[in-house]
């Protein structure tokens, strides 16, 4: 079993940055890929970025220049920097691991964008 635990959603204007962190514990080994994921109201959940154990990352169109993932593999934790944040950003962002072949979520972590 894997635990993820996220933090760093929370209320910015537009134009500021936020970073999301989400530390994963438990059975842990076969970690092959972390990423992040959102879903606003209305709207079906979409990839945000995602980066794999080569660290080789790919990026939703919309946050492509704007938003960059790494990971600290000491740590077993996947970051999310957020710059240039837009209203459009606002969503629930959830916090994804591979582990072998299981897709594990994290509860996810609000992150709200005012004009």
């Known amino acids: 079993q894997v635990q993820l635990v996220e933090s760093g959603g929370g209320l910015v204007q537009a134009g500021g940055s936020l970073r999301l962190s989400c530390a994963a514990s438990?059975?842990?080994?076969?970690?092959?890929?972390m990423g992040w994921y959102r879903q606003a109201p209305g709207n079906q959940r979409e990839l945000v970025a995602r980066?794999?154990?080569?660290?080789?990352?790919n990026y939703g169109d919309s946050v492509k220049g704007r938003f960059t993932i790494s990971r600290d593999n000491a740590k077993n934790t996947v970051y999310l920097q957020m710059n240039s944040l837009k209203p459009e950003d606002t969503a629930v962002y959830y916090c994804?691991?591979?582990?072998?072949?299981?897709?594990?979520w994290g509860k996810g972590t609000l992150v709200t964008v005012s004009s």
């Open positions: 980066i794999i154990s080569g660290g080789n990352t």
């Open positions: 994804n691991v591979q582990n072998y072949d299981i897709l594990y």
């Open positions: 438990g059975s842990i080994f076969g970690i092959n890929a």
